[in-house]
């Protein structure tokens, strides 16, 4: 079977553009794993890990949102963010948790800014902790 093509486009640039065999991401209401074959989908990315396989290499990305697409084992990714996971710092990620949970949180807009910057920091230092 033809190994899937991976596509990771930020609105700043293409971040990852190569051949993989299978790759994973974190989607708004749980996980996805995707091999070549899949049925042609749509998803809503949600904040966490993506991993792609080539070989016996994984590479780990952070993802922050968006939307993937499959069709024709093309995985097109199109995210808010996605950094490589070696470059994410846990102690930063941790300093931005506890910077976020500190934010006051008076009224309903504000509970949901906060509780944003939580998952997303949260979902960087898990990352961050994997690699």
């Not at 051949?19 to 949600?46: K, W």
């Not at 097109?76 to 470059?87: E, W």
């Amino acid at each position: 079977m033809a190994d899937l093509r991976c596509i990771v486009v930020t609105p700043e640039t293409t971040a990852y553009d190569e051949p993989a065999q299978f790759v994973a991401l974190t989607l708004y209401d749980g996980e996805i794993g995707i091999a070549p074959g899949r049925t042609p989908m749509i998803g809503r990315l949600g904040f966490g890990e993506m991993r792609i396989r080539q070989g016996d290499e994984t590479i780990r990305y952070y993802i922050e949102g968006g939307f993937v697409e499959v069709l024709d084992n093309v995985v097109s990714v199109l995210t808010n963010r996605a950094i490589v996971a070696a470059n994410l710092d846990a102690e930063i990620a941790r300093e931005q948790l506890r910077t976020a949970m500190a934010r006051p949180a008076h009224t309903p807009e504000l509970m949901g800014i906060r509780d944003r910057a939580v998952a997303l920091s949260r979902a960087q230092l898990w990352v961050a902790r994997r690699t």
